[in-house]
């Protein structure tokens, strides 16, 4: 396939290679000469276009016509603008729509480890969570000592640097602190050392407060200050913590017990042709078993946030939904930003032209369930089925805010390609063959075949099922593997 058309009212079709210019694109009932070079992933018109006029794609605008547009001509930002404006009113119309249930499916399963408190975790390790950024080098000497341990029944030591914690103020702190406690409280992590220094604001003892009852034996606590050698104590700690972590077994659970986080970036031409709707059939697959996924930056909703106002399940679900939405715009316009100032260089380079086309893929992600919560940065899953989690657009907050509401696994879509992972195994999908295999080192599986040789319904089953080895262990992403694990916090507020 060298060229597709996503839905029938759209008025540009999306090239699936470069094409030169002269070369003729031959439809059904037409055929089109290409007025110039049009790279993969970019978009050519149809028809010819009107200054002014909607284009579409999708299905929906993605923006207007800023000059007369020639039909074989290349539709980009030299050539269209977004329509977007700042904050908007909606109206609750709520749109019926459903999956199937769990009870019309065979059951399926995952090994999982069973923690005391009844939560369920799809790794059994170590993870060290400091309260502070002064000693992020003093968590990494000791993760790498007790990596290297190799504790029986451990899969990894692993720590999440950060410069926060120490000099920030009230909200501002309290973000730090509730996604540092999340983590704390994470299943993944079968014991966790928390690591302060002593002297800052996000001290132990006011941290501690923060994480609420906890279990002695899984979580431990050391001040830096105030211990002779932090490193030899540290390690009598990871050592205790180990034993305790070697207490635990996999069995089998249902995967309903499984929490997915939905993330994008980099994103190109085909991310909305064929990872982000891949991910989308998935979520809606997991939902169906009675599992769940979160869907957020927040951002990248701006322009098709109706279509997940039309799927609350209530109308608190969709006041949530435009609070989160315009409340988001709010921060752009409090701190003298353009709202829509995306999407990136990048985004644009890949064949995104504006942010409708990059919001109405990127929800895509989020299938066709129903939206059954809006949850606060910081916030954690409490109900099955599909969430919106507020966040950042950025790759490294909002995988961060995903797995500190409690997503085992994140799937992490990429046109561009990106070596990074979060504190959870992160699966790099890639949008486009070529970049699978290029960058064999960071991609864990391809979206790309979709415009080859596997259909949706085909390549939908290969990523529950990769997705369920991965829960079980059986295979493990290049961000473990690698150790690339990292995290980062929202900033919005003072420091001193």
């Given at each position: 396939?060298?060229?597709i058309?996503?839905?029938?009212q759209?008025?540009v079709i999306?090239v ?8 003729v694109?031959?439809l059904?009932?037409?055929s ?8 993969r ?12 006029v ?7 605008p993605?923006?207007y ?7 074989g ?27 199937s ?19 369920v ?14 000693i992020?080098?003093?968590?990494e ?24 914690g120490?000099?920030q ?5 309290q973000?730090?602190?509730k ?9 993944n ?13 996000n ?16 979580v431990?606590f ?21 034993t305790?972590?070697?207490t635990f ?6 995967i ?8 994008c970036?980099?994103?190109?031409g ?9 991910v989308g059939?998935?979520?809606d ?18 322009g098709?946030e ?8 209530d ?6 939904i435009?609070?989160?939405?315009n409340?988001?715009?709010d921060?752009?316009?409090r701190?003298?930003q ?15 032209t504006?942010?409708e086309?990059?919001?109405?893929g990127?929800?895509q992600k ?10 606060p940065?910081?916030?954690?899953v409490?109900?099955?089925?599909l969430?919106l989690?507020?966040g950042?657009?950025n ?12 997503a ?9 390609g990106t070596?990074f992972?979060g504190?959870?195994?992160t699966v790099?999908?890639?949008?486009n063959?070529p970049?699978?295999?290029?960058k064999k080192n ?7 075949e979709l415009v080859?040789d596997k259909n ?9 099922d ?5 829960a079980?262990?059986?295979?493990r ?6 150790g690339?694990?990292?995290?980062a ?8």
């Amino acid at each position: 396939m060298d060229h597709i058309i996503v839905h029938t009212q759209d008025h540009v079709i999306v090239v699936l290679r470069d094409y030169q210019q002269g070369e003729v694109i031959q439809l059904d009932d037409q055929s089109i000469t290409l007025k110039e070079d049009v790279k993969r992933g970019h978009k050519v018109a149809l028809q010819d276009l009107k200054t002014g006029v909607a284009i579409h794609k999708y299905g929906f605008p993605i923006g207007y016509a800023t000059v007369d547009i020639s039909q074989g001509s290349w539709v980009h930002t030299h050539n269209t603008k977004t329509t977007l404006e700042g904050t908007l009113n909606y109206t609750f119309q709520p749109n019926e729509v459903a999956v199937s249930t769990a009870e019309q499916l065979a059951p399926r399963t995952f090994q999982g480890y069973v923690r005391k408190n009844g939560d369920v975790g799809i790794r059994n390790e170590i993870w060290i969570v400091n309260t502070v950024g002064c000693i992020n080098k003093t968590a990494e000497v000791l993760a790498r000592q007790g990596d290297s341990m190799g504790f029986d029944g451990v899969d990894a030591v692993s720590h999440f640097p950060h410069p926060f914690g120490c000099s920030q103020l009230g909200d501002d702190l309290q973000a730090t602190q509730k996604i540092l406690s999340n983590l704390v409280a994470h299943p993944n992590a079968a014991g966790v050392l928390v690591l302060g220094l002593g002297c800052e604001n996000n001290y132990i003892e006011a941290f501690k407060k923060v994480i609420g009852d906890y279990d002695a034996e899984r979580v431990k606590f050391l001040s830096v200050q105030q211990v002779e050698d932090e490193l030899e104590k540290g390690m009598e700690l990871i050592e205790e913590l180990a034993t305790y972590a070697g207490t635990f077994q996999r069995e089998t659970l249902p995967i309903s017990k499984l929490k997915v986080g939905l993330k994008c970036g980099g994103s190109d031409g085909l991310s909305g042709i064929t990872a982000n709707p891949l991910v989308g059939v998935f979520s809606d697959k997991l939902i169906a078993h009675g599992g769940s996924t979160v869907l957020t930056e927040v951002p990248e909703m701006f322009g098709a946030e109706t279509i997940l106002m039309e799927r609350a399940a209530d109308e608190e679900v969709f006041t949530g939904i435009v609070d989160m939405v315009n409340g988001f715009k709010d921060y752009f316009i409090r701190h003298d930003q353009v709202v829509y100032e995306n999407p990136s260089p990048g985004n644009k380079d890949g064949g995104i032209t504006t942010l409708e086309e990059k919001s109405l893929g990127c929800v895509q992600k989020g299938g066709f369930a129903p939206v059954v919560d809006v949850l606060p940065y910081g916030g954690r899953v409490k109900k099955n089925g599909l969430s919106l989690l507020q966040g950042p657009g950025n790759d490294l907050v909002s995988v961060t805010a995903l797995a500190a509401s409690g997503a085992h696994i994140v799937l992490f879509t990429t046109g561009r390609g990106t070596p990074f992972g979060g504190p959870v195994p992160t699966v790099k999908m890639s949008t486009n063959t070529p970049l699978f295999e290029r960058k064999k080192n960071w991609i864990d599986f391809n979206a790309g075949e979709l415009v080859q040789d596997k259909n949706m319904e085909e390549l939908s089953d290969e990523l529950l099922d990769y997705v369920l080895n991965l829960a079980s262990g059986d295979v493990r992403t290049h961000n473990e593997r690698h150790g690339f694990k990292e995290i980062a916090l929202f900033k919005d507020g003072v420091i001193l």
